[in-house]
């Protein structure tokens, strides 16, 4: 792909070709509502008794706090794909990186929402710490804003705090259900809540998303360190990613073409994100494997990648995913 002529290089347009095609059956896809199969893991555990919540939008229904966090991290994932579709059709060189993180974000919270071998209880649990991080955010924005902006017209000072005051009360609300979902697990299952006490960074989910996936451990680590400092800017990072040539007798440097390998590793990673996380919901929801929709994108883009003159990481197919948190 040249940044002259802005050609888009044909194994770039196979992958987004094929991603295409992929996310056109994708369940979750484009927002569509999704129902579980009555009979599947979640069919099931949605319809346990629970402890009515504090929340009144919630009311007998509190599963739905797992069911709204998880549609949005899952839908949010599959949104930001579609974005890489578009960017590898556009020429974009950057474009990749910053999508591909965030790509491998939303789904590495939903991998976690939806992991397997939870009790219905631990599942609530850790979707009531994804509102509660959310809230503690928006009020920690809003104190910021008091604190520092002194001019703020009127309308938005009333708006911001109209924000921290609901904020505030959703927080009670899920505090007190946490508090429920958390004593509940000590009286039915003998312990505690274990590793869902703590809300995980987004940092350490792609990792163990990532290490999970390939056969080489800690493959996590240096992928969303790469993802990360492209998404920053680091012009490092950022002329590592082009092939940069000497422009005429002034010897200036000229963007010249894309490196391919590069360039496509931030689509492969999203994409082993979102099988891991799709695998796991689907199989929780009973809708049936996406492991055609997925393969074939990976083994295109493997195929790319491998032509470009690398090999990407191989993806550990042996390895039971759906075991590990």
């Given at each position: 792909?040249?940044?002259?002529?802005?050609?888009?290089?044909?194994?770039?347009?196979?992958?987004?070709?094929?991603?295409?095609?992929?996310?056109?059956?994708?369940?979750?896809?484009?927002?569509?509502?999704?129902?579980?199969?009555?009979?599947?893991?979640?069919?099931?555990?949605?319809?346990?008794?629970?402890?009515?919540?504090?929340?009144?939008?919630?009311?007998?229904?509190?599963?739905?706090?797992?069911?709204?966090?998880?549609?949005?991290?899952?839908?949010?994932?599959?949104?930001?794909?579609?974005?890489?579709?578009?960017?590898?059709?556009?020429?974009?060189?950057?474009?990749?990186?910053?999508?591909?993180?965030?790509?491998?974000?939303?789904?590495?919270?939903?991998?976690?929402?939806?992991?397997?071998?939870?009790?219905?209880?631990?599942?609530?649990?850790?979707?009531?710490?994804?509102?509660?991080?959310?809230?503690?955010?928006?009020?920690?924005?809003?104190?910021?804003?008091?604190?520092?902006?002194?001019?703020?017209?009127?309308?938005?000072?009333?708006?911001?705090?109209?924000?921290?005051?609901?904020?505030?009360?959703?927080?009670?609300?899920?505090?007190?259900?946490?508090?429920?979902?958390?004593?509940l697990v000590a009286d039915r299952h003998g312990g505690t809540s274990g590793p869902e006490q703590e809300y995980p960074s987004a940092g350490?989910?792609?990792?163990?998303?990532?290490?999970?996936?390939?056969?080489?451990?800690?493959?996590?680590?240096?992928?969303?360190?790469?993802?990360?400092?492209?998404?920053?800017?680091?012009?490092?990072?950022?002329?590592?990613?082009?092939?940069?040539?000497?422009?005429?007798?002034?010897?200036?440097?000229?963007?010249?073409?894309?490196?391919?390998?590069?360039?496509?590793?931030?689509?492969?990673?999203?994409?082993?994100?979102?099988?891991?996380?799709?695998?796991?919901?689907?199989?929780?929801?009973?809708?049936?494997?996406?492991?055609?929709?997925?393969?074939?994108?990976?083994?295109?883009?493997?195929?790319?990648?491998?032509?470009?003159?690398?090999?990407?990481?191989?993806?550990?197919?042996?390895?039971?995913?759906?075991?590990?948190?």
């Open positions: 792909m040249s940044s002259q002529s802005n050609l888009v290089h044909p194994a770039v347009r196979d992958v987004a070709s094929s991603l295409q095609a992929a996310l056109a059956e994708m369940p979750f896809a484009n927002g569509s509502e999704v129902a579980p199969s009555p009979d599947s893991r979640w069919g099931t555990d949605r319809s346990r008794t629970l402890p009515a919540s504090a929340d009144p939008v919630f009311g007998d229904e509190l599963f739905k706090v797992v069911e709204s966090n998880g549609f949005f991290r899952v839908a949010a994932g599959l949104d930001y794909v579609r974005g890489l579709e578009s960017v590898l059709r556009s020429g974009s060189l950057y474009s990749t990186h910053p999508l591909g993180r965030v790509a491998l974000e939303a789904f590495s919270f939903g991998a976690w929402l939806w992991a397997p071998g939870l009790v219905i209880e631990q599942r609530i649990i850790r979707g009531l710490l994804e509102a509660r991080n959310a809230y503690t955010q928006e009020i920690n924005h809003c104190k910021r804003l008091r604190r520092d902006s002194k001019a703020m017209p009127v309308a938005m000072t009333t708006r911001v705090e109209q924000i921290h005051a609901a904020s505030k009360q959703k927080l009670i609300y899920v505090n007190a259900d946490l508090v429920a979902m958390r004593r350490k989910l792609v990792e163990t998303t990532l290490d999970n996936a390939f056969a080489s451990r800690d493959a996590g680590i240096a992928t969303y360190g790469t993802l990360s400092s492209i998404t920053h800017s680091n012009p490092l990072h950022l002329s590592n990613l082009l092939t940069v040539e000497l422009d005429g007798q002034d010897a200036r440097p000229r963007l010249a073409t894309i490196n391919v390998f590069d360039y496509l590793s931030p689509v492969y990673y999203a994409v082993v994100g979102m099988k891991h996380c799709l695998n796991r919901v689907t199989d929780c929801w009973g809708l049936g494997p996406i492991d055609d929709l997925v393969v074939p994108v990976l083994e295109r883009l493997r195929t790319a990648m491998t032509d470009s003159g690398k090999e990407p990481l191989d993806i550990d197919l042996d390895e039971q995913w759906e075991t590990r948190t």
